[in-house]
């Protein structure tokens, strides 16, 4: 199981997080002390953070899908589904959010799959759906992200059309030993939160050592491995300050505005990873509100 060493790393930590990091971690270690089994079981059931105005019943008003994806090993979509309902009320989009296959019964490319299959399936039948099957934003947090970014560079490959943004929130762009560090981006989080609150790196590596147990099927698992990103759809990059993932994100965002791809970023300092989980921070609403903001913009600029 991910460790119970979570003790942040010293460095500027969110004021309205430190009020409430003792508690966090109390109840981190709590699961980290448990079977994988009863790990995965406590996680599904735990109820949902949910932003404030979340409603328990959506109307839509709009017909932008937007494929939603969570956690490879122990999320779901019902962890996601406040998350959901929230963005889908404030913008009217259709959400479809995948219950895929999860490691490490079913590693890597099994999720991918799952995730690349849910959107063709939206787009086969998006008559019953009522939405246009060209007007698709995929979106994704964490290892979600990750899937986020993988589905949408399969698309292009494939000659799959509709997608006309990603959201990528605290994305896991690569497995840490095989992260492009010749190509100059910045990898140092992962050794500056080696130990930290929600995430550390020793957690990471082993939730991508489950997902990928042959790091030779690297590139559609590692998205910032491609060889180009040219033609991917405009991006919203979300990072937060005290995550192990945070270059990543950071890189990745690089990535895409340096092959041309339209990029806005938003970051966090001082925050940990899944920091969205506390809707008490003045932070979370932030999060929240950029995502509508910016699938607005795209819905918006859709013809």
């Known amino acids: 199981m991910p460790s119970t060493t979570i003790e942040p790393a010293p460095k500027y930590i969110d004021p309205e997080f430190a009020a409430i990091k003792d508690e ?38 709009d017909r932008t899908a937007t494929v939603s994806d969570g956690s490879w090993t122990v ?18 989009c259709v959400v479809v959010s995948p219950d895929y296959r999860m490691a490490p019964e079913y590693p890597f490319p099994y999720p991918i799959n799952d995730c690349f299959d849910t959107l063709k399936w939206c787009k086969a039948n998006a008559a019953s759906l009522g939405i246009n099957p060209e007007k ?20 292009r490959d494939e000659g799959v059309s509709g997608i006309r943004g990603q959201v990528l929130n605290i994305p896991n762009i690569c497995h840490p030993k095989l992260f492009p560090q010749n190509k100059g981006y910045k990898y140092e989080s992962t050794k500056e939160f080696e130990v930290c609150s929600m995430l550390n790196t020793k957690d990471m590596t082993w939730f991508w050592d489950k997902y990928l147990p042959n790091l030779d099927n690297s590139v559609q ?47 966090f300092p001082g925050l940990p990873h899944c920091f969205y989980f506390f809707p008490n921070l003045t932070k979370t609403a932030e999060y929240y509100a950029n995502i509508v903001s910016w699938v607005r913009e795209v819905q918006n600029s859709i013809a």
């Open 221 to 267: 698992a590692c998205p910032i491995l491609a060889e180009s990103f040219k033609d991917l759809p405009p991006a919203l990059v979300q990072v937060a300050g005290m995550d192990p993932l945070r270059d990543e994100g950071f890189a990745y965002a690089k990535a895409l505005r340096d092959d041309g791809v339209p990029v806005t970023e938003y970051f």
């Open 136 to 155: 698709i934003i995929v979106g994704g947090s964490s290892a979600g992200g990750n899937l986020t970014a993988s589905v949408v560079m399969r698309a």
């Open 75 to 92: 999320g779901s979509h019902e962890v996601e589904g406040g998350n959901n309902r929230y963005v889908a009320s404030k913008t009217g």
């Open 24 to 61: 966090c971690d109390a109840q981190n270690a709590k699961l980290s002390a448990l079977s994988f089994e009863d790990y995965v079981a406590t996680w599904r059931v735990m109820p949902p953070a949910l932003p404030d105005e979340c409603p328990t019943d959506v109307e839509i008003t």
